[in-house]
C-alpha cells in the first residue's frame, strides 16, 4: 500500500525557517516525481512546486509565490522529499501536502518527454502555522 | 484568485447527474490535455478522480468522467451517492512559470 506521511509543522514566527519532511512507502521511491501542494485555512489548494526523479535529473521547479524561498529535495536511500521553507510570511500559513507523481514519459503526440502533471497519491498532511 | 474558475457550488439529489465546470485560458485547460479532478472530503487529503482529461484512475467508481471544450474543463457524476459530497478540485497544466494551477474548488452538495 503506498503511503506518504508528511511531518515538521509547527507554530513558527514570520521570518524563520522550518523543514517539512514527507516519509514514502510501498513503492519504489526513486522512481517517481515528489509534490508539495499546499492549502490556507477554508482555502483552495495552491501548488507549491516540485523534484523529479533523479533519472530525470532530480530538477526543481516552484510556484512565483515561493521561489526563492522554499527549497525541494530528496534522499531516495531514505525514500523522503523535503520542502525547506525559508523567510515564512503568514500567508504561508497552510495545510502542507506531498503528493506523488508518476515520472516522466514519451508524448506521442509532441513528440516530446513530459511531465504527468497530475497527483496519484497524497499524504494526509502537516500544518504550518507563521504567525508572532 | 484562482487561475482556474469553477463555480462555488452545486447540488444535486441522489440518483441525479451533475456536471462542474472548469474555465481556463489557451495557456492551460484548452491548450493541453493535461486536466485532472481531486475529490476532497473534509479534514480529508485529496484524492485523485480523473487525470488526463478523461481518464480514471483503478478504483475510481465508473460515475465519474471528464471532458473538455475550448477552455473550459468538466467533471460529471452520474448517479449520485451521499458519499460524492465533497469538495472538487480540477488542476491543469499551465505554460505559465507556476507549472500547475488549481481551481478555487466546489462545494457539491447531495440534498
Known amino acids: 500500500e503506498v503511503q506518504l506521511v508528511e511531518s515538521g509543522g509547527g507554530l513558527v514566527q514570520p521570518g524563520r525557517s522550518l523543514r517539512l519532511s514527507c516519509t514514502a512507502s510501498g513503492f519504489t521511491f526513486g522512481d517517481y516525481a515528489m509534490n508539495w501542494v499546499r492549502q490556507a485555512p477554508g482555502k483552495g489548494l495552491e501548488w507549491v512546486g516540485f523534484?523529479?526523479?533523479?533519472?530525470?535529473?532530480?530538477?526543481?521547479e516552484y510556484a512565483a509565490s515561493v521561489k526563492g524561498r522554499f527549497t525541494i529535495s530528496r534522499d531516495d536511500s531514505k525514500s523522503v522529499a523535503y520542502l525547506q521553507m525559508n523567510s515564512l510570511k503568514t500567508e504561508d500559513t497552510a495545510m502542507y501536502y506531498c503528493?506523488?507523481?508518476?515520472?516522466?514519459?514519451?508524448?506521442?503526440?509532441?513528440?516530446?518527454?513530459?511531465?504527468?502533471?497530475?497527483?496519484?497519491?497524497w499524504g494526509q498532511g502537516t500544518l504550518v502555522t507563521v504567525s508572532s | 484568485q484562482s487561475a482556474l474558475t469553477q463555480p462555488a457550488s452545486v447540488s444535486g439529489s441522489p440518483g441525479q447527474s451533475i456536471t462542474i465546470s472548469c474555465t481556463g485560458t489557451s495557456s492551460d485547460v484548452g491548450g493541453y490535455n493535461y486536466v485532472s479532478w481531486y475529490q476532497q472530503h473534509p479534514g480529508k487529503a485529496p484524492k485523485l478522480m480523473i487525470y488526463d482529461v478523461t481518464n480514471r484512475p483503478s478504483g475510481v467508481s465508473h460515475r465519474f468522467s471528464g471532458s473538455k471544450s475550448g477552455n473550459t474543463a468538466s467533471l460529471t457524476i452520474s448517479g449520485l451517492q451521499a458519499e460524492d459530497e465533497a469538495d472538487y478540485y480540477c488542476s491543469s497544466y499551465t505554460s505559465s512559470s507556476t507549472r500547475v494551477v488549481f481551481g478555487g474548488g466546489t462545494k457539491l452538495t447531495v440534498l
Open positions: 523534484i523529479r526523479s533523479k533519472t530525470y535529473g532530480g530538477t526543481t
Open positions: 503528493a506523488r507523481e508518476q515520472g516522466m514519459y514519451y508524448d506521442i503526440f509532441t513528440g516530446l518527454m513530459v511531465d504527468p502533471n497530475f497527483f496519484d497519491n
